[in-house]
């Protein structure tokens, strides 16, 4: 299973909800990096990525993007198949 990485923010419901998702298709790691106390990696992300918002997901080097996209993605049944890529 690739590196899952999550940018948080304090008090984030869609950072919550996406890492509840996550857990719920079998996902026990997840590298979370809170906007807050790691700002200088929150910064690197945002110009990589060109947004502010959080949460920001990547799976592996796939953006995959905020929670909306996560659970589109999952809806789509595209998540678990990336989720499955080595």
């Known amino acids: 299973m690739p590196e899952v990485t999550l940018y948080s923010g304090p008090y984030c419901p869609y950072c919550n909800m996406a890492k509840a998702l ?3 298709l079998g996902v026990t790691e997840i590298r979370e990096i809170r ?3 790691e700002p200088e990696a929150f910064e690197a992300m945002r110009r990589a990525t060109n ?3 959080v ?3 990547f799976i592996g080097d796939t953006h995959v993007g905020g929670f909306t996209d996560l659970r589109a993605l999952h809806n789509a049944g595209r998540l678990t198949e990336l989720l ?3």
């Open 22 to 24: 996550l857990k719920q």
């Open 35 to 37: 906007a807050d106390s």
């Open 51 to 53: 947004t502010r918002t």
């Open 55 to 57: 949460p920001q997901i």
């Open 84 to 86: 499955q890529k080595k």
